[in-house]
Each structure stands twice: as C-alpha cells, then as structure tokens.
C-alpha cells in the first residue's frame, strides 16, 4: 500500500509581496509553518505583523509570490480557507445592537460552525447571566475582547491567527486565552500569535519569528527545559 | 447560499429592530419631504393628487438612501465588514440577505408613505393590484441597487456624499416607472400603459439581482 502523502503546511508562504496602493505591507516574505505549530510573530510596530496575518486569512491579496494556506489559495478558494480559519484583530467585530449571546451565534452560524460549542466558549471567557442579554454597545473593550475570543473558541478553527489577542484584556482573561492557545495546539490547530508581549506568548510558542520592514528577518526555535515551568524558556538561534 | 442570505437578514433585520433608526428617523423623514411636498404644491387639491405618484417615488428613493446608508454603516462599525469575508459566507448570499432585509424595511416605509399620499394629497387608488405589483417591483429595483452601490461606496471615506450620487441616477428607472404605474391606477382601468412599465420593473430588478449576486464577492474583496 502506497505511503500516505504528508500533509501540506499549514502556512507557506514565498517571496510574498503585498501592497497598500504603492505602499509595501510586505516585501518579500518566506516562511513556512508546520501543522500543530504555535508561532510567535514579533517586530515593531508597521514591520508587517497584521499584514502577514491579514495576508494569511485571504483579506489582502499578494501583488507577487506565492502563498498557500492549509494547502489551499486563500484568494481562489478564498471560502473554503476562511471557514478553516480563525482571526482574532483589533477590532473585536461585534454589532452594537446585537447582545452578546447574538453576536457569538451569528459569528459562528456565519462561518459555518455547529453551535454546540457556544455555551462553554461563553463560559470560559465569563460571559454568563446578564451580560449574555447586554447589547455589545454597552461592554467595555476588554468585555468586547472576550466575546470576539469566545467567538473563536466556539468554532474552533484549524487556523488561528491571533493579532495581539493580550491587550485589553485583564489578568483572568489572559490566562483563559493561554489555555485556550494551549488546547488548540495540543488538539492539533496551528496557531500563529503576533505580538508584542513575547514573554508571555513564547510561554506557548515553539518558534519565535522576528519581523522587520515586511520580511522576516530571523526565526529561533524556542525551547523548554525539562521540568521547568513553562514560562522558563531556553532561546536557540 | 440562501441560508447565508436568511442568516444575514435576519441579522439586519434584528438590528433595525432594536435601533428603531428606520422608523424613529426614515419614516417621519419621508414624512416630512411629502409634507413638505404639499407645501411646495400649494392648497390645490387637484393638483397635490396628479403629483402624488411622482412625489410618492421621489420620497421612497430619499428614503432609500437613508436605509442604504444605514445597512453599509452597520458592517463599516467595528470592522464588521472584515467579519463577514473571513466568516467565509457566499457572497451571493450576503447581497440577497442585506437586499433583503432593506427591501423588507421599504415595504413598511411604503405603506406608511402610500396611507401619507391618500391623506394629505387625497389621491384616489382605483387599481390597487398595480400599485401592490408596481411597489413590490420597485422595492426589489431600489433594495438591489441600493445594496450594490451601497457596497461600492463603502470602503470609502466620502461614502454618505458618493453613494447618493451614484445611487440616484440608477434607479431613475424606478422612480419613472413606478410614477407612470401609479398615474395609471389612480386613473382607473388597467391601461395597457401600466403593465408596459411593469415589464421595465421586471427587467430592471432581474438585471440587477443578477449582478449584484455576481460582482458583490468581488466588490466586498476590493473596497
């Protein structure tokens, strides 16, 4: 019996070039990333980090090179890779007049997702009682936060691209969302973390990749020492 | 693709429920162009009811581009818009969902607007089933046009100014076609005249239905 073919990347991208009018998002991108991987994309600020992600989700389209997603084309099958893939942004995609609980279903029912997983995702991210019933004009940022987080874990996607997904959130919540990065990669989800709090993702991540001026400019694998709390984490350049 | 669309306009259909911004601002707005309409006229009662099919259209088309501009600035609110792509929905199923639920909304602001021409214009309707046919048709023209220029000013920041430019001259169609329908069953009889005009309704809402349903993806990908 013939070998099973080995699954494609999650994430490969070449020579990746975006734009923004004449503007550069990015100049020249290579970068692959393995099934199950959590990676950290680090840089300043406007080295790319969004972009990279934005590029990866479909929702802007490479001027030259080539890139792949979960083994598709995110601009020629464009739906098939998006229903595969979550992105949590800087803006938390919640329309005010809807409460809380009609937000996350309709996120979920639009990205074609059963519903099963609603009440639980909504419980992690402690969305209970009332605030369930409060329309999302009336949330704070941080609140706001949580529901586009509960969004995510209710679908459970294969793909997480999480753009910053730390600010905003308090101390609850962020441990709430490293266990969820954490369960994503062990279930097998690819998870790809852009951020500027590297000490508290590399904690998660299995490589870190340094972004500057729309390339990459270095990887490192990061490595845990045995017995050590994760947060201990050895740097291998 | 038709459970995106009942999924979108639903959704649509249960913010304007809550917001109340179509009949708390456009309603009274299409109110107050008739009144103002009437002022405009003068005290001639004949004459405010040989116009009232022609005012009628002119303050739905007003109208219209208020619910179009409120059904692009729900999606444009908390990058919204960017929601709906990565959701993966069909995009066909988007435009009939949003088209739908503005369509549903003229509907109510049409009734509301139909009972101010009889009251204040004292227009007589002899044929009702035309101006029902020649109102659902229009509404179908209005809300399909609405939402694919409403799609094409919205990446933009001078949206609320464009999309009435674009939108007005389009539907101009609409405007003439309704007004001629209605002339038609406010004089009694159905005259050949009248169902002419209805097969440029139906033309116009098939071509823009269709398009919409087609150029939309690529409209939401580009703007």
Redesign the interface.
């Given at each position: 019996m013939a070998p099973a073919a080995p699954l494609p990347p999650a994430l490969f991208l070449h020579d990746a070039v975006a734009l923004s009018g004449r503007f550069p998002l990015l100049a020249g991108v290579d970068l692959e990333v393995a099934n199950g991987e959590t990676v950290l994309v680090e840089g300043p600020n406007g080295a790319g980090k969004t972009s990279l992600l934005r590029v990866c989700?479909g929702?802007v389209?490479l001027a030259s090179g080539r890139v792949a997603v979960l083994g598709l084309d995110p601009v020629r099958q464009?739906?098939?890779?998006?229903?595969r893939?979550g992105?949590l942004?800087?803006?938390?995609?919640?329309?005010?007049?809807?409460t809380v609980r009609?937000n996350v279903r309709?996120?979920v029912?639009?990205?074609?997702a059963g519903t099963d997983r609603i009440d639980d995702a909504c419980d992690r991210l402690g969305l209970t009682g009332r605030v369930l019933k409060t329309?999302a004009v009336k949330l704070s940022a941080g609140q706001?936060r949580r529901v586009a987080l509960a969004v995510l874990a209710a679908r459970w996607p294969e793909l997480w691209l999480l753009d910053e997904p730390h600010a905003g959130l308090d101390a609850s919540a962020r441990d709430t969302l490293d266990e969820l990065i954490g369960e994503a990669a062990s279930g097998g989800a690819t998870v790809v973390v852009a951020s500027h709090e590297a000490h508290q993702v590399e904690a998660l991540a299995t490589r870190a990749v340094t972004v500057a001026g729309g390339r990459v400019v270095s990887q490192r694998a990061i490595v845990r020492s045995a017995g050590k709390p994760a947060k201990d984490v050895a740097h291998v350049a | 693709m038709w459970r995106d669309a009942a999924l979108v306009a639903g959704k649509d259909l249960r913010i304007e429920a809550r917001s109340r911004v179509g009949l708390s601002q456009v309603a009274p707005f299409g109110i107050v162009a008739l009144v103002l309409f009437a002022f405009a006229l003068g005290p001639d009662r004949s004459l405010m009811a040989r116009g009232a099919p022609g005012l009628f259209w002119v303050a739905v088309l007003f109208c219209t581009v208020l619910a179009i501009q409120r059904s692009v600035s729900v999606e444009s609110a908390d990058g919204a818009r960017d929601a709906l792509r990565l959701s993966g929905m069909d995009p066909a199923g988007q435009f009939l969902g949003k088209a739908a639920a503005v369509a549903a909304q003229l509907v109510v602001l049409e009734v509301v607007l139909g009972m101010g021409v009889v009251l204040l214009y004292g227009a007589k309707i002899e044929v009702a089933w035309l101006i029902v046919v020649s109102s659902l048709l229009g509404t179908v023209g209005l809300a399909a046009t609405g939402t694919l220029y409403g799609a094409l000013s919205a990446g933009l920041r001078v949206r609320e100014t464009l999309l009435p430019f674009l939108l007005l001259p389009i539907a101009a169609p609409i405007l003439l076609a309704g007004t001629r329908i209605w002339q038609a069953a406010m004089v009694g009889g159905v005259p050949a005249d009248g169902t002419q005009w209805l097969r440029l309704l139906v033309v116009f809402d098939a071509v823009y239905v269709a398009i919409g349903v087609v150029v939309y993806g690529p409209i939401q990908e580009s703007a």
């Open positions: 989700a929702l389209p464009r739906n098939q890779v998006r229903r893939v992105m942004s800087h803006a938390s995609h919640l329309y005010d007049d809807l009609e309709f996120a029912r639009a990205a074609g329309s706001r | -």
